[in-house]
C-alpha cells in the first residue's frame, strides 16, 4: 500500500479510537507513549463524569492529583487469534489479580468492540528503566546506577514482585523494558503479557517466555520450571544491568548463553562485595538454590534501603500539632484494633532496629514539610489512615515483605 494511502487509513483508525474512548469517558491525547506487538498506549485525561462511575480511577486519580491515564489499545482484529483468546485475556485477569499496589502498573477497567480492547492504566510517564539506566550512565559518564539508587530501585521491584508471587501471578518477562518510572521516581511493574497464574505451589510451566538475555537457564533448556524461582533469575539480571549498565550474559545463541550462564557473571572493578553476592545469589543455576524474595530483602546489601525507607518515614513526615481526640479522617480509615503501643520491631528488621526507640527517634532532626504526610508514606510504600492521634496505630506498610505498623509518637511517627 502507498504511504499516502496507509497514512489516510491510520488517521481513520485514530479518530476511530478517539470516539470509542470519549464514548466510554476518556478523552484520547494524539501523544503516543509507546507501541507493542499489536498495541499502541496514548496518553489521556478522564472525564469527571467516568470518575464519579469508576471508583478505583477516582481514588487514585484524586491521590495523584490529575486525569491522566495511559490507554492501551489492542488491535484484536490485527493480532493472530491466539493472542486474542490466550494472551491478552491473562494479561488482563493478571493485573486484576495485582491490583493494587503502588509499585504495580493499575488497570482501572476494560472496554472492548470486535476490532479493539482498549485497557486503561495507571500513567507511568517517565519513561523505562532501561532508558533511566542509559541516560544516567550517559550523565556520570560511567555506566550504571549508583548503588544506592539500584538498591532503592530494587527494593520496589522485590515489594512488586512478591505482590505478585502473594496474588498468585508469575511476571516470565521481567526485563528493564518492562519497569516504568512514574513522574515521582516510583517504579511500576508493567506489561503483563506474558504472566501466568502460578497455580499450585511447586507446580511447572513449561512455555518459553521472555527476552532471552533475561531467561532462566532452566527455560532455555526446555525443561518444565516453576515461574517464581524464573522470576528471581531475571531479577538477578535486572540487578546486575543497574549497577553495571550492561547485560551479564549476551548471546545470540541459548547454547551460547548457557554457555556464559555456566560460567556465572563477571564484575566490574568497584562493585561493592555485598552487591555482587546478591547477584550470585540471584544467579544460580539451580533454581531451587536462587536466594527467595524474602531473603533478597533481608540481604545485607539491601538493608539501606530499609533502613532509609525508616529514616525517610520517621523524618519527613512531620506531625501536624497536636489536637487530643481529633481524629482527621482520610478516606482510607481502617476501624483498627488501636490496641498495644508498639513493643516488638518487626521481626524481618529486628538486628537493624533495636536501637530505634522513641527517644532515638525524637533525636532525629525532623525536617520541614515537603509534602503532607500522606503523599511521603506512599511514596515510602507505607499507608497512613489518620494523622493526628499520638500513641495510637496510625498506618501500616504495603511491603508484602515487610509487615509492619506505624505508631504516632509526639512529634514523629514510628515503624514497629
Ligand atoms: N502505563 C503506562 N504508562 C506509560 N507508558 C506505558 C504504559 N504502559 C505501556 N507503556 C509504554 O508502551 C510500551 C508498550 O506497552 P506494553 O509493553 O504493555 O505493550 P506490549 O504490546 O505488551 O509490548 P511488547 O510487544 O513489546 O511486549 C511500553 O514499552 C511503554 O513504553
Same mark, same amino acid.
Given at each position: 500500500m502507498k504511504a499516502a494511502g496507509r497514512?489516510?487509513?491510520?488517521?481513520r483508525a485514530f479518530l476511530e479510537q478517539v470516539h470509542e474512548c470519549r464514548d466510554n469517558g476518556y478523552l484520547l491525547s494524539s501523544k503516543k507513549i509507546g507501541s507493542g506487538a499489536f498495541s499502541k498506549v496514548y496518553l489521556a485525561y478522564a472525564t469527571q463524569e467516568r470518575m464519579r462511575h469508576n471508583s478505583k480511577l477516582a481514588s487514585d486519580l484524586r491521590g495523584k492529583r490529575h486525569t491522566m491515564v495511559a490507554i492501551k489499545i489492542v488491535s484484536t482484529a490485527e493480532a493472530p487469534a491466539e493472542f486474542s483468546r490466550k494472551f491478552l485475556p491473562r494479561e488482563i485477569s493478571s493485573l486484576n489479580a495485582t491490583y493494587k499496589h503502588l509499585n504495580v502498573v493499575q488497570l482501572y477497567e476494560t472496554f472492548a468492540n470486535s476490532r479493539r480492547t482498549y485497557l486503561v492504566l495507571e500513567l507511568a510517564a517517565h519513561g523505562d528503566l532501561l532508558e533511566h539506566i542509559n541516560a544516567t550512565s550517559a550523565h556520570r559518564r560511567c555506566p550504571g546506577l549508583e548503588e544506592e539508587e /539500584? @538498591? #532503592?530501585l530494587l527494593w520496589q521491584l522485590v515489594s512488586a514482585v512478591a505482590h505478585c508471587h502473594n496474588s498468585g501471578i508469575v511476571? @516470565?518477562?521481567?526485563?528493564c523494558e518492562n519497569i516504568l518510572l512514574d513522574d515521582r521516581g516510583c517504579l511500576k511493574l508493567s506489561d503483563f503479557g506474558f504472566a501466568n497464574r502460578s497455580g499450585l505451589k511447586n507446580s511447572l510451566l513449561s512455555t518459553f517466555c521472555g527476552s532471552v538475555a533475561y531467561t532462566a537457564p532452566e527455560i532455555l533448556m526446555s525443561k518444565k520450571y516453576n515461574g517464581e524461582q524464573a522470576d528471581l533469575w531475571s531479577l538477578g539480571v535486572?540487578?546486575?544491568a543497574m549497577v553495571t549498565g550492561k547485560l551479564p550474559f549476551k548471546e545470540c545463541q541459548p547454547h551460547g548463553m548457557l554457555?556464559?550462564?555456566r560460567r556465572g557473571p563477571t564484575f566490574r572493578p568497584g562493585l561493592s562485595p555485598e552487591c555482587q553476592d546478591l547477584i550470585r545469589g540471584l544467579l544460580q543455576l539451580r533454581p531451587r538454590a536462587r536466594l527467595a524474595l524474602q531473603q533478597v530483602a533481608t540481604h545485607h546489601w539491601m538493608l539501606p534501603a530499609a533502613h532509609a525507607l525508616f529514616c525517610t518515614t520517621l523524618c519527613a513526615i512531620p506531625e501536624k500539632p497536636e489536637k487530643p481526640q481529633l481524629q482527621?479522617?482520610?478516606d482510607n480509615v481502617e476501624p483498627s484494633a488501636d490496641s498495644d503501643p508498639p513493643r516488638s520491631l518487626l521481626q524481618l528488621? @529486628?538486628?537493624?532496629?533495636q536501637g530505634t526507640s522513641h527517644e532515638s527517634a525524637s533525636s532525629l532532626t525532623p525536617e520541614p514539610p515537603r509534602a503532607c504526610p500522606r503523599q511521603v508514606a506512599d511514596s515510602a510504600g507505607l499507608q497512613l489512615w489518620r494523622t493526628e492521634? /499520638?500513641? #495510637? #496505630?496510625?498506618?501500616r506498610s504495603r511491603h508484602p515483605l515487610l509487615l509492619c505498623s506505624i505508631w504516632s509518637v509526639p512529634g514523629h511517627y514510628l515503624v514497629s
Open positions: 497514512k489516510k487509513l491510520d488517521q /539500584a @538498591r #532503592r511476571h @516470565r518477562d521481567l526485563k535486572i540487578l546486575y554457555y556464559l550462564m482527621t479522617s482520610l528488621w @529486628r538486628p537493624q532496629l492521634t /499520638a500513641g #495510637r #496505630r496510625v498506618g
